[in-house]
């Protein structure tokens, strides 16, 4: 649904609400991301205004949402494995994230959450999850390992993922400007 100004919303079939900006830059079109919209997060006036601010980026021939994608690459070397954790959580179904919540709180926040992805070690993971086997739940220590493993990935492949939308988006646009 459009809004204003190249903005508009999308909603996921889950539900999800998103605000997007569709801009051209250098002869082609781009989208930028703004963000999901949540009573407690992004709401519709707070995202009216971001346009403005990523139309005066196109104005300078900044591409916002190659700025954003490099912005989000500097992060993954920032954020500590509960705030990747946390953002791994937001993109699950309730009733999955209330399961994995737990065990994330119960086993993994102490040892791991004010850590650096760098500084979780093999060794790290491993002693927990023989701690946890130790305690007669080895299923637990596999879900745990997994757990961190797909954190892990959230921040490994965020950045590969957003770049390879970019270059499917830029093919479509060039396929789609060809047939104009």
Known sequence: MANRDGMYVVASPRGDISFRYNYRINGRQETLVLGSYSTDGLILAG????????????????????????????????????EWAEEWFEKMAESTQDARRFVFEHDLR?????????????????????????????????????????????AEYAEPRRNMMQQWADMIDQWVAATE
């Open 47 to 82: 995202a009216r205004e971001q346009p403005i601010k990523a139309g005066k980026q196109v104005a300078e021939g900044i591409s916002p949402a190659r700025l954003k994608a490099q912005t989000i690459g500097f992060r993954k070397d920032q954020l500590r494995f509960g």
């Open 110 to 154: 102490k040892p791991f959450g004010a850590l650096l992805l760098h500084e979780i070690t093999e060794q790290g993971l491993r002693q927990l999850c023989d701690r946890i086997v130790a305690q007669g739940a080895p299923p637990v220590a596999v879900h745990e390992q997994k757990g961190v493993r797909a954190v892990y990935n959230k």
